[in-house]
């Protein structure tokens, strides 16, 4: 299967400030998705971007996939963006399902 | 619409028992996939099913199963229990294939192992 690489592991910022979280594959993938995991356990479906820019509010997300990397924006942090971010992707072919990075724990300090 | 929900949100559990999570889709979606997360292990696919077959399995041993029944609606059980069991247990559903769609998931379920 594919591996994910997820960095920063660990991010502490302000209130306010913006942050780029990035995600790099092993190998070319066709699902991508990134997640926001809450305090209690919950994943947040944030995007569904095997390629191209989204935007959501403050959240936006890049793929690039012909070189196996995606990015997470955040802008204007608030502390409610607090928890960890993951991706997940899936490269074909295989019997797995989503291989999921080990995240990106974010703290946004008031 | 309702999202994901899975029953029970907590469960503890002695060594050698088993046990059955549930898990129900969003209304429509075909797909439920099932994962679990461990500080150690992370989160790791566990199986899928779509359309009452299951499509897709990861790495695990024989003790955990699944299954799926016409209305969509899936169950995950373990059997003989062991403490490394113990994990948040979580399910997504989707329209089409996990593989190929956006996933939703469930609040899941935290199984400790005593």
């Known amino acids: 299967g594919i591996q994910v690489e997820q960095s920063p592991p660990d991010l502490i910022l302000q209130e306010g400030a913006n942050s780029t979280l990035r995600c790099n594959f092993s190998?070319?993938?066709?699902?991508l998705q990134w997640f926001h995991q809450n305090p209690w356990g919950q994943l947040i479906n944030l995007f569904y971007i095997p390629s191209g820019t989204k935007q959501n509010g403050r959240l936006s997300a890049t793929t690039v996939a012909t070189e196996r990397y995606s990015l997470l924006y955040i802008s204007s942090s608030q502390t409610t963006d607090s928890g960890v971010y993951f991706c997940a992707g899936y490269s074909g072919g295989g019997a797995d399902g989503l291989t999921f990075g080990k995240g990106t724990h974010l703290i946004i300090q008031p | 619409k309702a999202g994901v929900t899975q029953t029970p949100r907590y469960l503890i559990k002695t060594r050698g028992q088993q046990v059955t999570l549930s898990c129900s889709p969003i209304s429509g979606h075909r797909s439920v996939s099932w994962y679990q997360q461990t500080p150690g292990q992370g989160l790791q696919f566990l199986f899928e099913?779509?359309?009452?077959?299951?499509?897709n399995k990861g790495n695990f041993p024989g003790r955990f199963s699944g299954r799926q029944f016409s209305n969509s609606r899936s169950e995950m059980n373990v059997s003989t229990l062991e403490l490394g069991d113990s994990a948040l247990y979580l399910c997504?559903?989707?329209?089409?294939?996990?593989?190929?769609?956006?996933?939703?998931f469930g609040p899941g379920t935290r199984l400790t192992v005593l």
């Open positions: 099913y779509f359309s009452e077959t299951q499509r």
């Open positions: 997504a559903s989707s329209w089409l294939t996990g593989t190929t769609d956006t996933q939703y």
């Open positions: 190998d070319s993938v066709n699902n």
